[in-house]
T-cell receptor, first 111, second 112 residues
């Protein structure tokens, strides 16, 4: 059973702070890692993906991958109330199309 | 681009009835995915198609569930007979080579 673990939260941060969302996975053979954002009652939306060890930055978002520790994280700088959502970590297994999702971490940005 | 289109948005049905969920993928996408999302189990991949062919249906919970993709622009997920534990939000997603996909708005299914 391939596992993707996330703390369900909620994670509360004040507006303007850095939000740090974490995810661990069980299969060392995983190659691709994704972060989705899901607003309440809406569908998941891809916001970041990362394939190589290290950091990948896109605007206020940074994805970090450490394959040795089987750990992937998402940092959101200058958090805004509009960032309040559930963030889903997803990891591919058995080919790029087969993806397992974590339960998601609910983020609350307090104005 | 209209995105991935799912219908109906909401479905309420009685236990034992047949339920059919529909999906129109984004034009040009060659992969289609059906997911189910519940509070307890999160988002689970049920089945995916590549070029209209089912590739992996290991996530389909049991024989009551079936999925078809008769052409590149249409797919269905059928539950027969439905049970209360099938209540969930069902998402369809499509992609073109590589990424897990763009999700539709989902169908919220309630089986009473």
């Amino acid at each position: 059973q391939k596992e993707v673990e996330q703390n369900s939260g909620p994670l509360s941060v004040p507006e303007g702070a850095i939000a740090s969302l974490n995810c661990t996975y069980s299969d060392r053979g995983s190659q691709s890692f994704f972060w989705y954002r899901q607003y309440s009652g809406k569908s998941p939306e891809l916001i970041m993906f990362i394939y190589s060890n290290g950091d990948k930055e896109d605007g206020r978002f940074t994805a970090q991958l450490n394959k040795a520790s089987q750990y992937v994280s998402l940092l959101i700088r200058d958090s805004q109330p509009s960032d309040s959502a559930t963030y889903l970590c997803a990891v591919n297994y058995g080919g790029y199309q087969k993806v397992t999702f974590g339960i998601g971490t609910k983020l609350q940005v307090i104005p | 681009d209209a995105g991935v289109i799912q219908s109906p948005r909401h479905e309420v049905t009685e236990m034992g009835q047949e339920v059919t969920l529909r999906c129109k993928p984004i034009s040009g996408h060659n992969s289609l995915f059906w997911y189910r999302q519940t509070m307890m189990r999160g988002l689970e991949l049920l089945i995916y198609f590549n070029n209209n062919v089912p590739i992996d249906d290991s996530g389909m919970p049991e024989d009551r569930f079936s999925a078809k993709m008769p052409n590149a622009s249409f797919s269905t997920l059928k539950i027969q007979p439905s049970e209360p534990r099938d209540s969930a939000v069902y998402f369809c997603a499509s992609s073109h080579e590589g990424l897990p996909g763009t999700f539709g708005s989902g169908t919220r299914l309630t089986v009473v």
